[in-house]
């Protein structure tokens, strides 16, 4: 099947950095790639949708200003946690949809934990 | 928005036993749903699919039922066993802003003893 991979896969900062975790698409064209947070023993809540070489679109509550989200490339989405504080620690989770699969697949990635010191 | 959850229903179960795990699911306009598995530290992992055209769908060892009159979802697990512990989640999809987005549920852990 679809391959997604995520990096790093866990990440401990302090507060105040910036911290940037990579979701790449490793056997197809992803054209839109979604960026999910889950807190421990909760579900996963979308936090934004990105298409390629466009600007996201971010749920309701969700910072963009914090949360950077950049889609470069078919393959690749990035998202940045700016000036991270201990409340964003959660594990984020991307997924993509694109050329491989039915239209409404989505493949996860692995996830990425962070821990804001 | 979702309810914040602490604590994650458990269905506890024998191995060889089967189980049945339930989901009700929020949006009458919905027409497709997914079971997924995520193990501890790992994404989550599709299991089975069904669309609303249907009330059933079988895989291997797994069944999909759809009730569209109540909203309610359910995956049937056959022989379960122990690497079958995890955390399962359905999933539906809504249209939102011109993109497929999955709206996850509370999920449930299913506990398998040997």
Redesign the interface.
Same mark, same amino acid.
């Given at each position: 099947g679809a391959v997604v991979s995520q990096h790093p896969s866990w990440v401990i900062c302090k507060s105040g950095t910036s911290v940037k975790i990579e979701c790449r698409s490793l056997d197809f064209q992803a054209t839109t790639m979604f960026w999910y947070r889950q807190f421990p023993k909760q579900s996963l809540m979308l936090m934004a949708t990105s298409n390629e070489g466009s600007k996201a679109t971010y749920e309701q509550g969700v910072e963009k200003d914090k949360f950077l989200i950049n889609h470069a490339s078919l393959t690749l989405s990035t998202l940045t946690v700016t000036s991270a504080h201990p409340e964003d620690s959660s594990f984020y989770i991307c997924s993509a949809i694109g050329d491989r699969g039915r239209q409404e697949t989505q493949y996860f990635g692995p996830g990425t934990r962070l821990l804001v010191l | 928005?979702?309810s914040?959850? +602490?604590? +994650?229903p458990t269905l506890s179960v024998q191995e060889g036993d089967n189980s049945i795990i339930n989901c009700a699911y929020s949006n009458s306009a919905s027409d497709?749903f997914i079971w997924?598995k995520q193990e501890s530290?790992?994404?989550?992992?599709?299991i089975i699919d069904i669309r609303s055209n249907m009330d059933k769908r079988q895989g291997q060892r797994v069944t999909v039922l759809l009730n569209k009159t109540v909203k309610h979802l359910s995956l049937q697990i056959a022989a379960t066993q122990p690497g079958d512990s995890a955390v399962y989640?359905c999933a539906e999809?809504g249209v939102g802003?011109g &993109?497929?987005? +999955?709206? &996850?549920?509370?999920?449930t852990r299913l506990l398998v003893s040997p």
């Open positions: - | 928005g979702e914040v959850g +602490l604590h +994650l497709y997924y530290g790992k994404g989550p992992q599709f989640f999809m802003t &993109f497929q987005k +999955l709206v &996850f549920g509370t999920g």
